[in-house]
């Protein structure tokens, strides 16, 4: 899978707010497929294995199966990814201007 095939799949993984909610769980720690469905009651379990599904291909969930139960594991790797090669040129570049308005309104006015 190419870079930018990766980064499509993290940017539509994490489009979906339910999606970034489970990830929010998972940061806290590691869950079975079941215990994310107790934490998002109005989900049947088959959407929420759907969303998983789609983590999972993104890279952002690790499953390691203990027996008969699948563990759900945060991998913040391909965020971390997203941030460096998008979040942080922008945001340096946005700094840049944010200060240079900064300087020019500081400047005395005749």
């Not at 590691?30 to 989900?43: D, I, K, N, S």
């Not at 998983?52 to 699948?70: H, S, T």
Request: hydrophobic content about 40%; aromatic content about 4%; some cysteine.
């Amino acid at each position: 899978m190419s870079n930018d095939s990766k980064d499509d799949a993290v940017f539509k993984a994490l489009a979906n707010g339910l999606r970034r909610q489970m990830l929010d769980v998972l940061k806290e720690e590691p869950q079975t497929t079941g215990m994310l469905c107790e934490r998002f009651p109005t989900l049947d379990r088959c959407t929420v294995m759907q969303h998983l599904k789609v983590l999972e291909e993104a890279d952002l969930v690790l499953v390691r199966r203990e027996g008969r139960e699948r563990w759900n594991h945060l991998n913040a790797l391909p965020i971390r990814a997203i941030h460096d090669r998008w979040i942080s040129q922008y945001a340096g570049h946005a700094m840049s201007v944010l200060t240079a308005l900064q300087r020019e309104l500081d400047e005395p006015r005749e």
